[in-house]
Nanobody, 116 residues
Framework: QVQLVESGGGLVQPGKSLRLSCAAS????????MSWYRQAPGKERELAAS????????NYADSVKGRFTISRDNAKSTVYLQMNSLKPEDTAVYYC?????????WGQGTQVTVSS
């Protein structure tokens, strides 16, 4: 079965960096695009970044463009989100996601809190 397991969240000061990881299993990872979503308290879940399966083309929300970088390691079936220059408004639960055989799968989420 498809499983997505995030890690790397935590409490970090504004301006600092954090790297999230998402380990995938149960499907041929290299064949599918991957995404990172986030959901702040009281807000809807939003797409933060995505990366295609072929070519590794990336897409970012305007709010994270230039600060976040999504990447993938197909040999490890893992997708990463490098987050730099973090701001308090980046505080959210971050979810890894993928659409596999027309069904969207989610990880359990990892909390990122940006606060001094």
């Amino acid at each position: 079965q498809v499983q997505l397991v995030e890690s790397g969240g935590g409490l970090v000061q504004p301006g600092k960096s954090l790297r999230l990881s998402c380990a995938a299993s149960g499907f041929i990872f290299s064949n599918y695009g991957m995404s990172w979503y986030r959901q702040a308290p009281g807000k809807e879940r939003e797409l933060a970044a995505s990366i295609t399966s072929v070519g590794g083309f990336t897409n970012y929300a305007d709010s994270v463009k230039g600060r976040f970088t999504i990447s993938r390691d197909n040999a490890k079936s893992t997708v990463y989100l490098q987050m730099n220059s973090l701001k308090p408004e980046d505080t959210a639960v971050y979810y890894c996601a993928s659409v596999v055989t027309n069904r969207r799968y989610w990880g359990q989420g990892t909390q990122v809190t940006v606060s001094s």
